[in-house]
T-cell receptor, first 117, second 111 residues
């Protein structure tokens, strides 16, 4: 079964450093998402992406965050200058091609655990 | 703003018991509702999706119901097994297809 893959599984970085989290969505999907889950808290929406542009972003997704689809397969989340509070599990998700929102399942990757020291 | 609540936060049952996990949401203007399973330190596995026009969906020992007007969903697990031990998350799809999640119910099935 097709799956969303994320790399790396665990990223450790120093505060103030830039990180790039990578995702390979399911190949024929057109809608892409990033979510995060701080330890012990809810999974929170960060950003949605369609047709090479951001569809919606949350209040969390400030100027320190950016997303890109640099080629036909990868979807990346960049944090320019990491803070301690950015430590979380980051999930990438994708969904299919139908415009019918009701029918579309979002498929999630296994996540990248980001630890900011 | 949509809020999704799952109570209780944790549940422990003996193997073989049938159980119901509850989910409530504040804004009934949803496209669908998904139930996910999350194992410790792992990603999210979609279990069931119920479209807003549907009342229930079944997959194996799992049955999910949706009462959109009252803002409630339940996940029924029949004949629970130790392998069902995990956190179960409820999420609703709103405008722009973003998911809003509950905090989850951590289920422990005792052998």
């Amino acid at each position: 079964e097709p799956e969303v893959t994320q790399t790396p599984s665990h990223q450790v970085t120093q505060m103030g450093q830039e990180v790039i989290l990578r995702c390979v969505p399911i190949s024929n999907h057109l809608y892409f998402y990033w979510y995060r889950q701080i330890l012990g808290q809810k999974v929170e929406f960060l950003v949605s992406f369609y047709n090479n542009e951001i569809s919606e972003k949350s209040e969390i997704f400030d100027d320190q965050f950016s997303v890109e689809r640099p080629d036909g397969s990868n979807f990346t989340l960049k944090i320019r200058s990491t803070k301690l509070e950015d430590s979380a599990m980051y999930f990438c998700a994708s969904r299919g091609t139908s415009g019918n929102l009701a029918k579309n399942i979002q498929y999630f990757g296994a996540g990248t655990r980001l630890s900011v020291l | 703003k949509q809020e999704v609540t799952q109570i209780p936060a944790a549940l422990s049952v003996p193997e073989g018991e049938n159980l119901v996990l509850n989910c409530s949401f504040t804004d009934s203007a949803i496209y669908n509702l998904q139930w996910f399973r999350q194992d410790p330190g792992k990603g999210l596995t979609s279990l069931l999706l119920i479209q807003s026009s549907q009342r229930e969906q079944t997959s194996g020992r799992l049955n999910a119901s949706l009462d959109k007007s009252s803002g409630r969903s339940t996940l029924y697990i029949a004949a629970s097994q130790p392998g069902d031990s995990a956190t179960y998350l409820c999420a609703v799809t709103g405008a722009n297809s973003k998911l809003t999640f509950g905090k989850g119910i951590t289920l422990s099935v005792r052998p």
